[in-house]
């Protein structure tokens, strides 16, 4: 069956250039292939948790904050937008964008950090790549093989950076990083619909929060300008609506870019293939100069003012305890660790290899998981 409901062009992915899945498996009968990577990713394990885990508040805090669910359903949608507008595949941009967060650790960026520091001595932990481990070997639900089987392209996606050193490790999916090439137009794009999402977000839930205010983000020349716009349309206007009449015209306003320049450059570049994209040294899919400038300058206001701020902080530094003390304590005593996973350390052949079932036992608990796993762990009034 045909998967666009327009016809492509051929520097798009599809089911003829896609280069399949690791184990070979009969065509769906009503669905794209990138469908049913994508309908795989959504009935895994790991996406449902991500309901649990948040980016910059802890899932406790309220119930109004994005979560990783909530901020993954958003990439899928400014994905899909921008891939229908520039007739590429929306379905592999979806597959990808609902993936991308699978592998992110409890609390956020404080709890990779401290999943990172915690395995330094047996080659790290990096988000990204526990995704694409999620998705390749961690969810055992098929009966023919371990991980979710997707297709080269949602997984070449799911891939965001790499190191050189792992990138040798894993095969077809690494290649890019040793040769300075490019993933697809779709995952390009997962990419930076993702930075829109979480830029906007942030400020949102910032705000909501009390961590940031409105004249502080008057300073800010994206936010300024659209704030300003509202105002003069709508000057009776307040309250909450002002801040999403402002942040929805943030967000058109950087996807009206990032399509028309794509479409520039894409034009520019005269790909003629999906390969011709991949063989290029810099991406096709990107903001202009000036947006790009402007992204950088909320950027550097939400890394000072809001995950700077002294409440976030204090909640990073209890994230970064609990994480370090559930690693400490299963090093020390595998024997505290669930049934299952004891048993999966055991058959493991290496020492690092041990250490990375406990590490894949942290990073998939979501926050409030991993908050009362430590009181079982460490509170002696708390009955396991
Ligand atoms: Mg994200």
């Known amino acids: 069956m045909t998967d666009a409901p327009y016809r ?6 599809s089911r003829s250039n896609s280069r399949g899945r690791c184990f070979p498996e009969e065509p769906p009968c009503y669905r794209s292939e990138f469908q049913r990577d994508r309908d795989r990713i959504i009935h895994c394990g790991a996406f449902r948790r991500l ?6 508040f802890v899932n406790h805090e309220g119930d109004m904050f994005r979560t990783r669910l909530t901020h993954s359903i ?23 964008a609902l993936a991308h967060d699978l592998g992110h650790p409890p609390f956020g960026h404080a709890g990779q950090e401290a999943l990172n520091l915690c395995m330094r001595a047996y080659d790290g932990f990096e988000h990204n790549l526990q995704s694409l481990r999620i998705v390749s070997e961690l969810e055992k639900k098929y009966a023919g093989f371990d991980g979710l089987n997707l297709t080269f392209e949602t997984r070449e996606g799911i891939l965001k950076h790499c190191s050189k050193r792992w990138a040798a490790q894993l095969g077809e999916v690494g ?4 040769s ?5 137009l779709e995952a390009q794009l997962a990419n930076l619909a993702d930075e829109i999402a979480y830029n906007n977000h942030d400020v949102d839930d910032g705000l909501r929060a009390g961590l940031i205010d409105i004249e502080e983000l008057l300073e800010i020349e994206l936010f300024r300008k659209q704030y300003e716009a509202f105002r003069r349309l709508f000057p009776d206007i307040t309250g909450r609506r002002v801040i999403h009449e402002t942040i929805r015209r943030m967000i058109n306003e950087q996807v009206v870019d990032l399509i028309e320049n794509s479409r520039q450059q894409i034009a520019a570049a005269t790909v003629v293939d999906i390969d011709s994209v991949r063989n290029l040294n810099h991406p096709l899919i990107c903001f202009t100069d000036a947006m790009q400038a402007a992204n950088l300058e909320l950027k550097q206001f939400l890394r000072h003012r809001l995950y700077q701020h002294y409440r976030v902080r204090r909640m990073s530094a ?6 370090q003390a559930l690693f400490s304590a299963f090093i020390e005593d595998p024997g505290l660790l669930p049934d299952e996973t004891q048993l999966q350390q055991q058959a493991c052949h290496s020492e690092t290899d041990k250490v990375r079932v406990i590490a894949d036992y942290i990073a998939g608990m979501t926050d409030r998981y991993a908050i009362s796993e430590y009181q079982r762990l460490f509170d002696p009034m708390q009955l396991t």
């Open 51 to 56: 309901e649990y885990k948040t980016q910059v």
């Open 74 to 96: 958003e990439v899928a949608q400014i994905s899909r937008s921008i891939a229908r507008a520039l007739q590429i595949n929306e379905d592999l941009t979806e597959s990808i």
């Open 318 to 323: 209890k994230a970064r305890r609990i994480i």
């Open 175 to 178: 290649q890019r990083f040793l």
């Open 180 to 184: 300075n090439q490019q993933p697809s």
């Open 8 to 13: 492509r062009p051929p520097y798009a992915a």
